[in-house]
DNA sequence: AATGAATGAGTGTTCATTCAT
DNA sequence: CATGAATGAACACTCATTCAT
């Protein structure tokens, strides 16, 4: 919720209605309860508490919701990501926050992680424009942590960067799936350091 | 394609008409293209060759197709792997061997990968049942081989045997996302044994 | 037409848009048409000049169209009569007028005619539902008016009330079926009289 | 069940299977359960113990079932009145006959009952073909009784006979809708003479 | 800006009927 | 004669989207 309603404060050149963000809000929620194509435009009105025909002064159309809440989060994500990676100079503790703020976002927003990780998916379309753009940001942000630490001897050289960040996304995404998935009320965020010392340290013994 | 048609040929209880065989291949080319929700049983019976109402009679409705091809795809697939475990005994082999299955019988039908990437994600319920049981096996097939590193001293026993499942399971799905969307022909599977060695030594030089 | 129309008029609780009643009679004139399972929703909907989805917003299904015809036209029938009634004493003149006003609604709507004595008969289970609630009210209305005669000496004590209604019911009943089927455009509320001339004074000489 | 086993009986020129009876009465018990629409063919040649297709070979199609128990059981009901009304001389007893013969066949087989009270009158066009021909042959009989009567002295020469027949039958008629209705197992066939001398004596006193 | 009544294209599923065996 | 697998036309109902108010 959280993550949305900042969004907003931050970039206040809507008229701050709150219909924006109420109907964004109630989609994530819909879209969660119900699956993206089990979600009528209507059930997202009546969640915000606005009229059907409302929901099109603010959005182009129902694919457009899943679109505005896939690129609002990731792009404050990303920008979050960004703050905060230049008060941090050791790659490895990079890592850390990284997987800590992806896991404690996530882990913050159930509703907005089920879209993330199930509802997106719906479509190779969706997938493929979500990936060319937002999401290989926070990749290249990733993957240049990495190549950071092979440069200051932090990291080993063989290792490849571009499958490295792949693996480390990953397995990210598979913490948040089995999160979402297991109704059990874990801690996600707590996940983030083991997961990044296995990846650092490795399986292998010595 | 093998993978299904293998199937097919080891339980001939049903009439071999191929019809169940041919619907099942038509509806992953078509879920693949389309998506679940914007295919037509129409088009899946149109792809097969029968008629509409044919479909029906080999399956209970469009969900029960889906489920068809998890469910064929995946037992087969866990024989498989439980199979070639057997005649191995090094857990970082058996490991490399299971990433090269898995990797390998994605990377050889694009179809279904994307109904196992894409389409698979249906609905929280649906990944929620099909978790449960069949990828469940497979999970614990991953997880068991770690307890065994550990226990031979193979693998460092500091580790979590269930965050490193997760780990490594995230990590063969994202290479096989990737492959999806990325439309350069690589070769899949070559990527099988550089992620595991991955796995194995982790980030951390020295 | 009267019947219904003045229904809506007397009940103008839903938005007086004309749709509820312009739907509703296109649906009588369809089903005596084609009959209800032969009628589609999409022919009513062309009838009544509004968009298939439309009549969705007035009706719950194709179901509650038959039912609603029944319904409206049996509660104003019956309150026609207890209006009626109430300003006659005799018993005869009583059967007189019920049976002018059973076939003169039905002589004056062939439609509606052909709706009740043809459709009505959707399932032994709607009959059921229906022959429990309306109709068994007006057979009531005239086993009533039996036991009125025979407390009065109009009538003779030796009649079951409950067999003279069957019989009166089944009489007026045939007239309307025998009316819709004969293609002859006789006035059927003509018959009126001469049926409940036949009932009062039986078939015998003397 | 006897109505339509006689009637193979005595018309043996097709292959006398037993299959052309199973069927029908088959197709009178599934009628009457589900009624005419929601009955399948493949649900009466499961009741037949046939295959599908079988049912074929003995009906033209779906609408000649109906047709089929109809058109048998009425011819067989008009051959047995004709036969008994030769034994008899006086109208009133002929009327008692009828209404005997009448209820007696339907009260024998609540199912075929069914059919014609219910599922018959389905389609206008069911009704107009089926009353023109079987059903129009009964109504003479009973009309040329009571002309009969009129000439004989016996009925009032004041009654229109036309009326009279239709009377007649609505009655009737309408003991059985009502047997079927009312689920309590009375005899209808008890209710012959009472409904008859209803008509016969009439309502009034005197 | 907001409403919500109206639209009508779209589709999973059923089932009477056929016909190769 | 008998079968039952295959056919494909048919249809009730939904719901994203529009637009007059």
Not at 28 to 41: L, Q
Not at 132 to 144: D, G, P
């Amino acid at each position: 919720m959280a993550l949305l309603t900042r969004t907003a404060a931050e970039s206040p050149q809507r008229p701050s209605n709150g219909k924006h963000e109420a109907i964004l809000r109630a989609a994530i929620t819909v879209f969660a309860r119900n699956g993206f194509f089990n979600s009528k435009v209507a059930d997202i009105a009546r969640e915000a508490g606005v009229a059907d025909g409302t929901v099109y002064l603010y959005f182009k159309n129902k694919d457009d919701l899943l679109l505005s809440i896939i690129n609002e989060a990731l792009d404050e994500a990303n920008e979050r990501i960004r703050r905060e990676m230049a008060e941090l100079t050791d790659p490895l503790e990079k890592l850390y926050r990284i997987a800590e703020l992806h896991l404690g976002l996530m882990g913050n927003d159930r509703d907005l992680a089920i879209v993330f990780e199930v509802e997106i998916r719906h479509s190779t379309k969706f997938m493929e424009e979500f990936s060319a753009t937002r999401l290989s940001e926070y990749l290249r942000m990733v993957r240049e942590i990495i190549e950071e630490g092979q440069r200051t001897g932090r990291f080993r050289t063989e290792i490849n960067p571009q499958i490295a960040t792949k693996v480390f996304f990953g397995a990210m995404d598979e913490m948040v799936t089995n999160w979402i998935l297991s109704h059990k009320a874990y801690n996600l965020v707590d996940y983030a350091r083991p997961v990044v010392d296995l990846l650092f340290r490795g399986f292998a013994r010595e």
